[in-house]
């Protein structure tokens, strides 16, 4: 029988990507394994692999169209010993309308759009995958869903994708009947539900009240009838932008931000990093590894946040995440926004080792080319405009994380020692903190923590 290729869910939050390249025709015989389509997420581009044997019997959605939904049925395979001509016929349908332009091909629009959605937040303990599979990938989802409980005691079983739908429309996924195996509630059952007006969850349910709805954004009509027309050009927001949208309004709505500042001196770190780089084995007429402040910055933080476990956390609305690691984010500017692929495990990793893996990952993340489980996630994160000469700065936290480190130039100051002038190098450092997960004294011994290793780095070898 026909076999439905679907669009994959490449990240746990993916809800629609576009399909920038097929590298497969109609015609060709594929194997499991073998890569037949590039996606573009908001923040990469990725391979898509085949999960089965068959021959491409019908694309259906395009090369270059944009918005295409998860689970979207976007191509048909002719299994074994099938012809083309019937499993073309006999497969799933298109994805209803996705975009067909190209970003090359799109034009500005002169009318205001549409509102984004209200961020969404997600619970900490989301793990993101690799990938979808791609062969009836809704329906290997709700064989995995978990139960909701009936209003009567009775279990409810229901899809990840039709909870989240009702939760978002505020239906009660227990007063819905299951069209799916076994009366399991399925995402066409919610819409059905929703479009009917039937299901809809009590208001006293919950014991609380409505949240407020997210505070819209100045419309576009209103921002140009301060401009002449013809003074100005309107580009198109592309979904990374989109995306670093809702999460810094996301953080901003629902994180009580606190900054904490030091002055640390980099002096005794800039000798051990020269020392360091000049001891590095050469390969290739190429030294093994070139530490940079960075680098260095990246391990104090770690090995402080190790020292100071209260602090590596996350806040949820039922319980503190207890981190056992320091996965440290580092925001990598891109075309088009930022990125912050993430050294798992930093603590435990030497400083050549952190050295290779940031210049690995800084790389691809320009090029698009990260795995969502290199950027997704981390119990941390650090911001450095240092080499951009900025001497210091505030960062916003990024979800889930609880703090943030904001890194400043290092340059010569005058300094006081011993009752005396005297010349430093010295780099202030701001610690951006979720006052809910960690508190202001746990705070300042968190960045207290960090002081010391970048004033005495030898601890950082050790």
């Known amino acids: 029988m026909p076999i439905n290729i679907t669009m994959p869910a490449l990240s746990p939050t993916m809800e629609e990507g576009n399909l920038a390249k097929w590298l497969v025709k109609e015609g060709d015989k ?3 394994g073998d890569v037949i389509a590039e996606i573009e997420t908001d923040k990469a581009t990725m391979e898509v692999e085949a999960v089965d044997e068959g021959t491409v019997a019908k694309i259906l959605v395009a090369a270059g169209s944009e918005g295409v939904k998860v689970n979207a049925v976007i191509a048909i ?14 497969g799933g349908k298109a994805a209803p309308a996705p975009k067909q332009e190209t970003k090359a091909e799109a034009k500005p629009e002169a009318k205001s759009e549409a509102p984004a959605e ?9 793990k993101p995958v690799e990938g979808a599979p791609m062969r009836d990938t809704a329906i290997q989802a709700e064989q995995k869903a978990g139960p909701a409980p009936r209003k009567d005691g009775e279990r409810t079983f229901s899809s990840p ?12 996924v227990s007063a819905i009947s299951g069209s799916g195996p076994h009366g399991r509630v399925v995402k066409s059952d919610v819409e059905a539900a929703i479009a009917s007006g039937t299901g809809k969850a009590a208001a006293s349910q919950a014991g609380a009240a409505a949240a407020p709805a997210a505070p819209k954004g100045m419309s576009q009509d209103a921002v ?15 979904g990374m932008r989109k995306t670093i949208a809702r999460r810094l309004q996301e953080s901003k709505q629902t994180i009580p931000h606190f900054y904490v500042t030091v002055d640390c001196e980099l002096d005794a770190l800039l000798a051990l990093r020269s020392e360091l780089n000049k001891a590095a084995p050469v390969k290739d007429d190429k030294p093994a590894y070139k530490l940079s ?34 996965d440290v984010g580092v925001a990598v500017s891109i075309p088009g926004g930022l990125i912050t692929p993430i050294i798992r495990s930093a603590e435990e990793k030497t400083l050549s080792a952190i050295s290779g893996e940031m210049k690995d990952l800084g790389a691809r993340a320009k090029e698009r080319k990260l795995k969502p489980e290199e950027y997704q996630g981390g119990t941390t994160a650090v911001s450095n405009m240092g080499m951009m ?10 979800p889930p994380h609880a703090t943030i480190l904001a890194v400043g130039a290092g340059e010569q100051r005058a300094v006081v020692k011993n009752g005396e002038l005297a010349i430093a190098t010295v780099m202030s450092v701001t610690l951006s903190t979720d006052h809910r997960a960690v508190d202001g004294a746990l705070g300042a011994e968190l960045l207290a923590a960090f002081k010391r290793y970048i004033e005495n780095p030898l601890g950082m070898l050790v």
């Open 118 to 126: 209200a961020p969404k937040t997600e619970p900490a303990s989301a």
């Open 161 to 172: 994708l039709a909870r989240r739908i009702a939760k978002e429309a505020g239906v009660d």
């Open 77 to 90: 395979l002719a299994g074994e010993g099938e012809s083309v001509e019937d499993a073309a016929k006999g």
């Open 293 to 326: 402040v960075n680098d260095m910055v990246i391990k104090a933080l770690a090995l402080a946040l190790r020292d100071v476990p209260d602090a590596n956390v996350s806040w949820t609305d039922d319980n503190m995440v207890m981190h056992k690691h320091s």
């Open 389 to 398: 000469g900025v001497k210091d700065f505030a960062a916003v936290i990024n």
């Open 30 to 32: 594929v194997a499991p």
């Open 224 to 238: 140009l009838k301060n401009f002449a027309e013809g003074s100005y050009e309107l580009v198109k927001h592309d």
